[in-house]
């Protein structure tokens, strides 16, 4: 029997390939929904799924959404479930596109120093009042940002010299928040958990501000998701082909700090999501960022909404923490098996 | 008379403060390759990134009659395809999606591979060899293999323009003559092809014209059969001896000074 010809070879990869998406996606989906149905029917105060059905139909009488029954379900378990998901699916997304954009698989939202930034914003809004945490969170992100993009910029302005910056930046911001903390008396408490990440008490509005930080960052990355292909193969290598590579890195550069501080601000710091799912979802489906995008997101909002629930019910823990335990160790697995 | 494919006069450029070219002038003519030659830190793979315009330069710079500092980097991307030095690829695409890159500078933003975008890829794969290697991933081909996927890509791109900046460096000997050869029939079909090269008898073999570059300076140009040992020795310190092969090639080896 004769090889098939290239054409037919083609033809069987892409077929190949787009069966692999089809299959990934459907288990990702069907994950997703159990997630979501575990987190809005099981907690404190288990609800029955057809009641839990019932509760969140929009047909829903004014008296019985008024039900205790009910305003745990639509005001305190669903905005938390999403707000999860969504912050997830932005870590995550943030994570593949700053991985891609830089051509350097260790960058994620901490690396540039825009994390350490909110961080730092955040624990100096604590010393106001507790409104003043958001706000500042995100000024700190903005002006870490724009300190690193100064600094690689006066310094030569590639990729490898954002990442330096970034690193420095984040070492200084931390330095910035463990001082912080070493004055902080009374606030201390309050400082830590924060910074510890949790999704308790996310209300409607944080939830709809992460999904659309997330939209923020997944619609436009996707939109060039073929420039960023190009960019990922090397620096330089974008320019080779007429993509500004500058404005392609400095417009999704701010797309990603926006969004990440706006998780920040409202949950506190979550590590390793935005590092470890792009890894996990590359090896799986390959590094091309179309697909690679919205998979991230379906994983990442997957994977924290599943942390979350293991946090809660491991005593209310912070989310962030469980996020560390189990991402660092698996993500050396990872590594030892790949090698 | 043929519009040159490039055009410099007083074209100087380098890394931040520090200049490499200094006020080069000449013409490259189109349907032709052109040899690029001289020692190690001459120039000529930042004549190649200055001619792409992916450094700031002083002087005037015209490709197929348009300023290079003027015209977008996308419009760039369709007139020039280009192989760099350095061939590392640091993500796992597919020999097939890297070729496919080379197509990207012909769709719209939004756009995707279209029939004619998969037929260029194949044709590209199939003129470098290298049909069997389209679906692996790049990270784990040889740096030989690596090398023909970015020509390939730079092939499938289609621009009038191919600068390549030392394409063979990887490759064995076969695959370095079919290489070179791809850029003759390049030439033959009206592209301009710029080819660095350190092995001189390859690159002389496909080129019909060379620029001698030595500290940032052209000290010779013209047609590659006029290449004398007087031009070598200048450009190396060291005598060369030329060799006639039984099929009548000037082959030019490099002798001792000493001996």
């Known amino acids: 029997m004769n090889p098939p010809s290239p054409a037919e070879g083609l033809e069987r990869f892409l077929f190949c390939r787009r069966r692999r998406y089809a299959a990934l996606g459907s288990v990702l989906c069907a994950l997703l929904l159990l997630v979501m149905l575990w987190r809005i029917a099981q907690g ?84 106001f009042t507790a409104f003043a945490v958001t706000p500042m969170a995100f000024a700190g992100a903005l002006l ?19 990442v330096l910056a970034g690193v420095i930046a984040n070492a200084v911001l931390s330095a910035g928040v ?15 958990l924060w910074l510890m990440g949790s999704l308790s008490g996310a209300s409607p509005q944080g ?17 060039y998701g073929r ?29 990603c700090s926006l969004a990440v501080a706006l998780a920040v601000s409202r949950f506190g710091i979550i590590g390793f999501v935005g590092l470890v799912v792009p890894h996990i979802l590359r090896s799986l489906i390959g590094p ?52 | 008379m043929n519009q040159s494919a490039f055009e410099f006069h007083d074209l100087s450029a380098g890394y931040g403060e520090k200049t490499i070219l200094r006020e080069l002038s000449g013409t490259i003519m189109p349907g032709e390759v052109t040899a690029l030659i001289g020692p190690n830190g001459s120039g000529k793979s930042t004549l190649i990134k200055a001619l792409g315009g992916f450094l700031p330069f002083t002087g005037r710079l015209a490709l197929l009659g348009r300023e290079v500092n003027q015209t977008p980097r996308r419009e760039l991307g369709r007139l020039i395809g280009v192989v760099a030095q350095q061939a590392n690829v640091k993500a796992a695409f597919t020999a097939y999606d890297v070729i496919g890159f080379g197509r990207l500078p012909h769709q719209p933003l939004l756009g995707r591979a279209t029939a004619e975008d998969e037929r260029a890829v194949l044709n590209a794969a199939e003129r470098l060899g290298i049909e069997h290697l389209l679906f692996r991933p790049v990270t784990e081909l040889s740096g030989g293999e690596r090398q023909r996927v970015l020509l390939a890509m730079a092939v499938a791109q289609d621009a009038p323009v191919c600068l390549l900046d030392e394409p063979t460096s990887a490759m064995d000997p076969c695959q370095a003559l079919r290489a070179f050869t791809l850029m003759k ?75």
């Open chain 1, 178 to 192: 463990t001082l912080l903390k070493a004055v902080a008396d009374d606030k201390l408490g309050a400082i830590v």
């Open chain 1, 44 to 127: 404190e105060w288990d609800i029955p799924l057809s009641r839990v059905f019932h509760l969140l139909s929009p047909l829903l009488s004014e008296a019985e959404a008024k039900t205790p029954e009910a305003l745990v379900v639509r005001a305190v378990r669903l905005p938390r479930v999403f707000a999860a998901m969504g912050t997830g699916g932005l870590l995550a997304v943030s994570g593949a596109v700053l991985q891609g954009l830089l051509a350097n698989q260790l960058a994620e939202p901490y690396t540039l120093g825009i994390a350490s930034g909110a961080a730092f914003g955040g624990a100096i809004g604590f010393f």
């Open chain 2, 185 to 259: 029939e390049l030439a033959r079909e009206g592209k301009t092809v710029v080819v660095v090269a350190h092995d001189i008898n390859a690159a002389l073999s496909c080129a019909d014209s060379f620029i001698a570059l030595r500290s940032g300076q052209i000290i010779a140009r013209g047609r590659a059969a006029d290449l004398s040992a007087a031009v070598l020795e200048a450009l190396y310190d060291t005598p060369f001896i030329p060799y006639v092969s039984s099929r009548g090639d000037t082959v030019w080896h490099p002798v001792s000074s000493r001996s």
């Open chain 1, 227 to 255: 420039s960023l292909d190009a960019v990922s193969l090397g620096e330089g290598q974008g320019e080779l082909l007429g993509i500004d590579e500058k404005k392609l890195r400095f417009r999704l550069l701010c797309a």
């Open chain 1, 144 to 162: 870490s940002l724009a300190l690193v993009s100064l600094i690689a910029r006066r310094s030569g302005g590639g990729a490898s010299h954002l």
């Open chain 1, 288 to 339: 091309s960022h179309r697909p690679l995008l919205i998979f991230c997101f379906l994983t990442g909002a997957l994977l924290l909404a599943g942390a979350d629930g293991a946090a809660q019910r491991l005593g209310e823990l912070p989310v962030g923490v469980i996020t560390a335990l189990a991402g660092g160790p698996f993500f050396c697995w990872i590594l030892v098996k790949r090698k």
């Open chain 1, 207 to 223: 939830a709809i501000s992460v999904w659309l930080g997330a939209a923020a960052v997944l619609i436009p990355a996707w939109l």
